[in-house]
């Protein structure tokens, strides 16, 4: 832009675009050359031509009229057109985002004082938006005004998009394809990934997005498919006849031909087999290595020139590609790294279309129409994947290019997932799943069409295929050979034609048969692989994942393709985000086809994470242990005195590793004599035990075991405890490790494995090595050969004593303490694993099942993290009974979860849940009372909860007449906007609520104790565990009968859940019982456990104690006596005996009691009924005492429970063994279940067996759990019926509580987590479907001001009462001006952030103040546990603790003090203190703090003070975070100190005069250092 247009509005828009990172792409020189061309056209003209931006549909609301000005226009699409939006930390819901002008009432853009909307709408950009002020400017293209003000409505994105894919940009006059020119291939790249950003962010709430994409994948693109395939279709199906007919009714030929919309995808279709088809020449003629060896240098050169933006900005229009100067030939404009990318972003489209079903019902016709996967695999392109074996190609691997190998490799595997989406089971109108037997079904009606059509007009070629079963004719393998054997082409077209799988007058390879480059041959095997593309079942998905290994070998940790590195850096050119290169990895949408989708596509993601999890762990390990050759020698021929000698290399270690063992021969000696020696190897360190036949109808061994053999003599007594730990059902990997074999070389740097950036090294930070998990050729490095993996099943000591059994330990029985430090584990192998090794000839040392005998080293992992097998077990298990989902889940359920339908039908205020109320028994109607319990403290509690009812209307009275004091609970209804209340006594005894919940918390547990969806947002604290703990109390208390399931996503939150519900007091303890290994960090009361075991251990003793007061009654009545006792003392009644006194003697005695009150004249004369009452002496009443009706009814009703416990307890006699007593606990007793996420998928399928079953699932902690994770829990049970009815499943109440603005789950792999979606919970799905939540709106956590840092990233929220009024809040922070600061840290000793090692980030600098700062609170007189220190990087939060026990060790003043934690930002979710001191540690870069949901848990986790340390310079550019920076921004930033204060201040904290104390200004580290040293000098 000239200078002086530097004050135009061209120009600030695009220094944002600048700003904004998008300047360089493409769209942006195209706008710029339709600006110049359109600067020569007169007004006229150019009002015609802005008219073309008018969306021309009949209305007549001015509103709708998109009417933009091509600089507003330009800017716009570059915005959306930027894919980086989509990843980090976009926004989910339709308030924020990429997207959010298109909810905005008004979006200014030009010159203006104000900051510009459409700038701030952006969360995920680079550097700062600078708004200019600029002058007005008047151009021939565009009126600048001071303000220039517009509105999108509902048709605007449509207008928006049918531009962008308009014919203006189509660079061919004659033909809508367009031409293929370099410049045009980087346009439509932009356009494929515009389109696919676009469909990812189209949540239910966008739906201008919807709408727009109904028209691009609607049935418009049924134009351009043959007619006779479409006629078919239509004949088919009604549902597309009646479609197709209104839409030719509604639509002019002209108009259907000129839609920019419609045309769009059938254009990009025929440019993509265009580009292919002229591909295959270029590729078969590239026969020489100079020319691969050439073609590699100029991918890197081109790459290169790519990162210097200039061939992007050089390309202002198509003519540019053709200028002599270039010397750009048509075959390097096709093998060039850009045609690639639009090759790879193409397939995605296709790819993300047929995943969901709204755009998949007329896509997936037309390509199976124009058979478009089959041409793709024709392609020369698809054949050079194969092109190392010299059976599928004829030319070998020195004939082609290793980049050229790798782009079709990427592309075999996207076309593999094209063709699995176009043979998916599902109805594609419908959405109605298809069982195999149904696909089976379908493909044997095809079977029998194509036996028919044969039989009628080539009977004499096809003998045999006629008489054979419809089975044989779907097997390719024999359909192939049949149509293989057909001589005359004229037949395969004449059947292909007859299918109307092909046209013979339009279909593209039909009309290229008589040209020279494609002959008879290449058309008869397209016809060939259309027949058997159409008539082939194919193995479902199931059956090919049974035969799948759950454990995963050393080819799939180490594939790159499969794996992708988690470094961004490595997964695009210039490892930038919005440059991602294309994956063939399943994504986590917000819809899915079916269940069997949805769990097919979790368990392929989940499997590749676990993967990549599972490398990390092994290559640390192997690292650890340095293994090394070591050469000896010995004679094995000979016995005399020759000096024949062989030399033998041996795999040693020379170091160790926490968690991992060198595995030894368990009979490893030397025999022979002093001459002959060698080594006796029958047992190696891993034995096969026992190989079991395959079950009926599977082909792999059904079980496989064997024995390894462990030493621990090496371990010091930690260690050994640990790997004593191992106990049945862990996961151990065993690794084959060959010294012999590593070449020892160090890591690659980045730079050498990103082609083209050699010379970048320094500028872009590739002179780094990559990690070496990350690395693919570390097994070569270290000589890893195999890597199998095993679950335990017992664990023995040398002596055979069993040591495996968790119910015991060595303490309780000595007998079974370990002998020696051999131990023998009995693990069982993968099956499917296995039967591959045992099918494995290639003739090697590890092939076939020798890998079994070289295995040499044992790892093992960390508990959570490795229960992925529990994970994947159970999502298979799931996919092999996907009918039982319908029958678990309810049907106002179903449809929800898969994006499908109305969202808000879940809701229990929806018609359809008011339908399943009144079908279903057991359940309360939404027009009856809901028992609240104790949620409200008093009738003004109640009130004001419900003050926008009309009237609340309390035991008849309308207001509050005299105020009781008697604890109370509440039933309500609600009745034409007025709530009814009747009150009842609570229990006075018990604890209960003593939390005045606020009115929106009312209404969720309104909703939580109502059948249906409930969705709780809980900002940081709200008191989203006190709504959950009441919600749970009232469903206990409200529905007697029924059984609750809380779910939590850690231990951590899990036990405080539990421990609030237990300190309630009024929910029996017998009836709690919680699942998983964390029970034993619950901080309770209760001298009992709640595990399983714990729980028959306390009701065993429970039963003991009823039956001897049952003696004692029975002795009291002179029915027994002391000496039917036992031996002991114990008593001499069982359950049953018991319920027989109860039935003969008790209740008489009860009943003659109650006769004589009635005939007696004076009844209520105390006297008489002392006198009467039967069971004095048990109760120890004398005769003088006195004894009212009430309380004898009361003693009588403690007899009665007394017995109706024993009751419950009456099955325990029967069952003898533990295990069988805790199965009764949990199906038939226990009413509150709790586990965590995890522990439900690995107990599934036990709860499945033993019939367990539940009406309310409360999960909290939503948020942070995987999609998967979620949803396993509402599947621990079957339902009754495979009918549709609403009593197919019990599950009534399904409530999630979380907060998707904090941080999401955690996944390892970065691909895993941008790319595929895989941290994308359910909770955040739901909410971007649209379900309705309840958004907690107050606060009651953190100080007015500290909140302030992140309540903008929440609506409305508020503070509570207590804020402002308790004493904590009201007084200011002892020893500091502020109460939260940040505090700008510079270099210290000349260094800022440090890297000893691969994203291990540190800085002394911020670590020294930080733990400085935590020495001056405690020497001023804060407890040490009320500070909290965390960090963003586990690198800085080791040098924290490095620095602390340095500090406060030994021989200082602060020896042994140590903060409450010291931990990381996303660890410490959850969790709270009084005084948080956070180190950011970047200087150099902002890191993934540019994520807003980690800035929210980061600085939200105070509650009194929190003090940040950070790199002003950095992190204040940030627009991201500008919302938070600007508050700390409004604080010095120097740390500024009060001398003399001690804990407790009673300085207010509204108190700003300075004059009254000292003030201390911390000018840096070394300051803060010296201060501390003299505060520890005078102690």
Same mark, same amino acid.
Request: hydrophobic share 35%; glycine share 6%.
């Given at each position: ?113 104000? %900051? @510009? !909307?459409?700038? *701030? #709408? +952006?969360? &995920? =950009? $680079?550097?700062? /938006?600078?708004? %200019? @002020? !600029?002058?007005? *400017? #008047? +151009?021939? &293209? =565009? $009126?600048?005004? /001071? ?1433």
């Amino acid at each position: 832009v000239p200078s002086s247009s530097q004050n135009s509005l061209q120009f600030t828009l695009l220094q944002k675009a600048e700003n904004l990172g998008v300047a360089g792409r493409v769209l942006w020189p195209r706008f710029l050359n339709r600006a110049a061309t359109a600067a020569t056209t007169t007004a006229k003209e150019n009002s015609k031509y802005n008219n073309t931006l008018i969306n021309n549909e009949n209305t007549n609301e001015k509103s709708d009229i998109f009417d933009l000005n091509i600089w507003k226009e330009a800017y716009i699409l570059t915005l959306l057109a930027n894919r980086r939006l989509a990843s980090g930390s976009a926004s989910t819901g339709p308030t924020d985002g990429p997207l959010s002008f298109l909810f905005s009432e008004e979006l200014n853009i030009g010159s203006s004082s104000k %900051t @510009t !909307t459409a700038a *701030t #709408t +952006t969360t &995920t =950009t $680079t550097t700062t /938006t600078t708004t %200019t @002020t !600029t002058t007005t *400017t #008047t +151009t021939t &293209t =565009t $009126t600048a005004t /001071t303000e220039c003000v517009f509105s999108l409505k509902s048709k605007a994105f449509r207008s928006l998009l049918s531009h962008l894919l308009s014919s203006p940009f189509m660079d061919t006059s004659s033909s809508t394809t367009t031409a293929i020119t370099k410049s045009n291939i980087l346009l439509e790249t932009e356009r494929v990934q515009f389109l696919t950003c676009t469909h990812a962010m189209a949540d239910i709430n966008l739906r201008q997005i919807t709408n727009a994409f109904t028209d691009v994948v609607g049935i418009g693109i049924w134009k351009h498919m043959p007619a006779r395939y479409r006629d078919l279709e239509t004949r088919k199906v009604a549902a597309y006849r009646r479609r197709w007919g209104a839409y030719i009714s509604t639509t002019t030929n002209d108009s259907l031909l000129n839609s920019n919309l419609e045309n769009y995808i059938p254009n990009i279709v025929q440019f993509f087999l265009t580009i292919l088809d002229q591909m295959d020449n270029i590729i078969m003629k590239k026969n020489t290595k100079q020319e691969g060896e050439k073609e590699e240098e100029e991918y890197k050169e081109t790459v290169a020139a790519d990162y210097e933006m200039k061939e992007s900005q050089n390309s202002e229009n198509d003519n540019n590609d053709t200028k002599p100067q270039n010397k750009a030939t048509q075959n390097d404009v096709l093998l060039h790294p850009a045609t690639f990318r639009f090759i790879h972003a193409a397939l995605q489209l296709f790819i993300d279309l047929l995943s969901t079903t709204s755009t998949r019902r007329y896509l997936r016709p037309y390509l199976l129409s124009i058979n478009f996967t089959v041409k793709c695999t024709l392609s020369s392109f698809h054949s050079l994947f194969y092109a190392s074996n010299d059976n599928l190609i004829a030319h070998n691997d020195q004939q082609c290019s290793p980049i050229l190998k790798e782009k079709a490799r990427l592309f075999v595997k996207q076309i593999n997932m094209l063709r699995d989406l176009e043979t998916f089971g599902v109805v594609d109108l419908t959405a109605a799943p298809l069982s195999t037997s149904q696909m089976a079904s379908m493909y044997h009606e095809r079977a029998h069409t194509l036996q028919k059509l044969v039989h009628r007009h080539h009977s004499s070629v096809f003998t045999d295929l006629v008489h054979l079963g419809v089975s044989m004719v779907c097997n390719p393998t024999f359909l192939g050979k049949h149509l293989n054997n057909v001589k005359d082409i004229e037949v395969l077209i004449d059947i292909a034609h007859r299918l109307r799988l092909v046209d013979r007058d339009r279909d593209d390879v039909l009309a290229m048969r008589s040209s020279s480059n494609v002959g008879e041959q290449s058309l008869r095997t397209f016809l060939i692989r259309v027949l058997l593309y159409h008539h082939s079942l194919r193995p479902s998905e199931l059956q090919v994942l049974s035969r799948l290994p759950l454990y995963p070998d050393e080819k799939l940790l180490w594939d790159e393709h499969r794996v992708p590195p988690g470094n961004r850096m490595l997964l695009g050119n210039k490892g930038n985000s919005d440059n991602m290169t294309a994956l063939a990895l399943p994504k986590l949408n917000l819809q899915f086809l079916t269940y069997g989708d949805y769990l097919l596509r979790s368990f392929k993601l989940i499997r590749l994470e676990s993967a990549y999890s599972i490398r990390g762990d092994i290559v640390d390990a192997i690292k650890r242990m340095r293994p090394a050759i070591r050469q000896y020698y010995h004679d094995d021929q000979y016995d005399d005195g020759e000096n024949d000698v062989d030399s033998i290399s041996k795999t040693e270690f020379h170091g160790w590793a926490r968690m991992a063992l060198e595995l030894h021969r368990s009979n490893r000696s030397f025999r022979g004599g002093r001459k002959k020696k060698h080594w006796d190897e029958d047992c190696p360190p891993v034995k096969i035990v026992k190989v079991s036949p395959p079950k009926l109808g599977e082909h792999i061994p059904s079980q496989v075991l064997a024995d390894v053999t462990l030493n621990l003599k090496d371990c010091g007594d930690e260690i050994q405890k640990e790997w004593d730990g191992i106990g049945e059902f862990d996961n151990l990997f065993l690794v084959a490790v060959d010294a012999t074999i590593m070449t020892g070389e160090a890591a690659p740097l980045l730079r050498d494995i990103i082609p083209g950036f050699e010379s970048f090294g320094d500028k872009l930070k590739l002179n780094k090595r990559i990690p070496d998990e990350e690395d693919s050729t570390f097994p070569e490095r270290y000589g890893v050969r195999a890597v199998r993996g095993c679950m335990v099943l017992e664990v023995r000591d040398c002596e055979g004593t069993l040591l495996s059994d968790r119910t015991s330990s060595f303490q309780d029985e000595p007998s079974k303490t370990p002998k020696n430090n051999i131990r023998k584990l009995r693990v069982a192998l993968d099956p499917a694993q296995y039967a591959a090794d045992a099918m494995n000839t290639s003739g090697s040392a590890y092939s076939n099942l020798n890998v079994y005998n070289l295995l040499n080293v044992i790892v093992r992992r960390h508990g959570r993290e490795n229960n992925f097998k529990a994970v994947l077990e159970t999502i298979r298990g799931l996919m092999q009974g996907t009918g039982s989902i319908n029958r678990s889940i309810p049907p106002w359920l179903r449809p929800v979860l898969l994006g499908f339908g109305d969202p808000t039908s879940a809701s229990y205020q929806s018609q359809n849940m008011k339908t399943f109320t009144s079908s279903t028994t057991g359940l309360n109607f939404l027009e009856s009372a809901l028992d609240f319990g104790d949620s409200f403290l008093d009738e003004d509690h109640l009130r004001k909860s419900f003050s926008s009812c009309k009237n609340v209307i309390i035991d008849g009275k309308d207001k509050i007449v005299q105020s009781d004091l008697r604890r109370k609970g509440y039933r309500m209804k609600m009745l034409n906007n007025s709530a009814v209340v009747s009150s009842y006594d609570f229990s006075s005894n018990v604890k209960g609520n003593s939390i005045r919940f606020t009115p929106v918390q009312v209404k969720a547990i309104q909703s939580g104790l109502s059948p249906g969806l409930t969705l709780v947002v809980g900002p940081p604290g709200t008191g989203k565990t006190d709504v959950a703990v009441q919600i749970i109390a009232n469903l206990y208390h409200s529905f007697p009968t029924q059984r609750t399931v809380i779910v939590t996503h850690s231990n951590a939150a899990l036990n405080d859940l539990f421990e609030k519900v237990v300190s309630r007091g009024d929910v029996d303890e017998r009836y709690m019982l919680r699942l998983g290994a964390g029970e034993g960090d619950l901080q309770i009361d209760s001298a009992h456990d709640f595990t399983k075991i714990g729980r028959v251990e306390y009701i065993s003793a429970r039963r003991i104690s009823l039956l001897e007061e049952v003696q004692q009654l029975s002795e009291s009545l002179g029915i027994s006596s002391a000496l039917e006792r036992g031996p002991d003392g114990s008593p001499s009644y069982t359950c049953e005996t018991a319920d027989y006194f109860e039935t003969h003697y008790v209740k008489k005695q009860i009943h003659n009691f109650l006769s004589k009150l009635e005939n007696a004249a004076d009844n209520s004369n105390e006297m008489i009924v002392a006198n009467t009452f039967p069971f004095k002496k048990y109760f120890n009443i004398d005769s003088s005492s006195t004894l009212t009706i009430s309380d004898a009814k009361k003693k009588i009703d403690k007899i009665s429970s007394l017995f109706s416990e024993l009751k419950e307890y009456r099955p325990l006699e029967l069952l003898r063994s533990q295990r069988q007593r805790a199965d009764y606990l949990l199906t038939k007793q226990a009413r509150i279940v709790a586990m965590t996420c995890t522990h439900a998928a690995i107990v599934r399928s036990q709860l499945i067996e033993l019939g367990f079953q539940y009406d309310n699932i409360l999960i909290e902690e939503a948020g942070q759990m995987l999609d998967i994770e979620t949803f396993t829990p509402l599947l621990l049970q079957k339902g009754d019926t495979d009918n549709g009815t609403f009593s197919s499943a019990r599950l009534k109440r399904v409530c999630l509580i979380g907060d998707h603005h904090q941080l999401p789950p955690v996944v390892k792999n970065a691909s895993f987590s941008q790319y595929s979606n895989l941290d994308q919970s359910l909770f955040a799905r739901l909410i971007r479907l649209g379900v309705p939540t309840i958004d907690l709106n107050k606060q009651g956590r953190a100080r007015t001001e500290i909140a302030s840092l992140y309540n903008w990233r929440y609506k409305d929220l508020g503070n509570l009462e207590h804020v402002y009024t308790l004493p904590a809040f009201k007084k200011s922070n002892t020893g500091f001006i502020h109460t939260f600061q940040a505090i700008n840290v510079q270099d210290y000793e000349g260094k800022g952030e440090t890297t000893p090692s691969a994203y291990f980030y540190q800085n002394l600098g911020e670590a020294e103040y930080a733990v400085a700062l935590f020495q001056y609170m405690v020497l001023i007189g804060y407890p040490p546990e009320k500070i909290s220190i965390l960090t963003t990087y586990n690198g800085q939060k080791e040098l924290l603790q490095d620095i602390i026990c340095q500090r406060c060790g030994p021989g200082t003043p602060l020896h042994g003090i140590r903060p409450g934690s010291v931990s990381t930002v996303d660890h410490y979710q959850g969790q709270q203190n009084d005084f948080v001191i956070l180190s950011l540690v970047r200087t150099k870069a902002v890191g993934h703090l540019r994520d807003i949901r980690r800035l929210v848990v980061a600085v939200s986790r105070a509650r009194l003070g929190l003090y940040v340390l950070y790199r002003k310079s950095n992190f204040d550019t940030c627009n991201d975070l500008r919302n938070t920076m600007e508050k700390f921004r409004e604080k010095p930033e120097k740390l500024e100190l009060v001398i003399g204060e001690h804990f407790p201040t009673e300085r207010e904290a509204t108190d700003h005069d300075v004059s009254k104390i000292r003030k201390f200004i911390v000018d840096d580290v070394s300051i803060m250092g010296n201060l501390v040293h003299e505060m520890q000098q005078k102690i």
